[in-house]
């Protein structure tokens, strides 16, 4: 009996490793790397380059995405005018994943490499949704002379308490369990974040096809959700320590708050924030956590304004 348990156990696994693999290479057929890859302390960082002339603005992207996030409603607002970078974080989208890639100072020096060799001697406005506000903000606070201004979308920014963990993330995270668990990842999770995305966007509507322009479907993959697990699983502690230096910064920042927001709480990310630095504070009312899709001209025009501002300074 043990025996044929066993042996069922191991035929569901192998299962579930096959059709990982298998969706893993559809997935990537179907959104392949579309940028370059930039070298950092000996790992590769996936960059998509929009605009060929005028000032660098870095975009950084949040938990479950990737740099696509940014290209087709943000990035085509101002490529005419400004070199737009948009970078995969380590582990998602094609960016290599490290030992230590979950702490916030790692992933801010692999989007600094990324400025260090794409806009040598030049200080950039950083763009950073959600988590990657969190990325944004370390960046700001550890190297300040890449930064000319930070434009905050939705971003997490203090340590929330018990709790706000999702529970895949908690089984994910872990190197046994997380190996495991994640190879079950493809068979339901795209079908899942399909029918959830209007939540994230509500009470704003969600753009038609943001699955695919997004490519969402590359978190499935499963090395990709364990990046993604680690990073979340850890970030409350790690902006708790983070928080500490933001009376430190001293470059203009503005953030887009939407009111609605049920991903996570504005009033202690965005309002404690604004306790801690001065920052230039866009509430939008119809608006969840996406402002950059519904609001993407305004928050366009913010980053026009503080790339201006640094080029008269």
Known sequence: MITAMAATVSALGLGACVTSMAYTSKVERSFPAKGAMVPVDGRDVHVIRQGETGPAVLMIHGASANAREFTWTL?????TEMRVLMADRPGHGYSDRFDGAEQLGAQARQMAG???????????????????????LRLALDRPDLVSGLVLLAPVTNDWGSGGTAWYNTLAAPPLLGTAFSQLLPLVGPSQVRGGISSVFDPAPAPDGYFENSAIGLLFRPPNFRANARDVTSLREELAAQSARYPDLVMPIVVFSGSQDTVISPNLHVGQLKQQVTVDLVILPHE??????????A????????ALAAETR
């Not at 990035?75 to 490529?79: C, D, F, N, V």
């Not at 928050?299 to 503080?306: G, N, P, S």
């Open 75 to 79: 990035a085509p607002r101002l490529e």
């Open 114 to 136: 990324v400025l260090d060799a794409l806009a040598p001697g030049e200080k950039a406005v950083i763009v950073g949704h959600s988590f990657g506000g969190a990325v944004a």
């Open 288 to 297: 969840g956590h996406m402002p950059h899709h519904g609001e993407g001209e």
């Open 299 to 306: 928050v366009a025009d913010a980053i026009r304004r503080l």
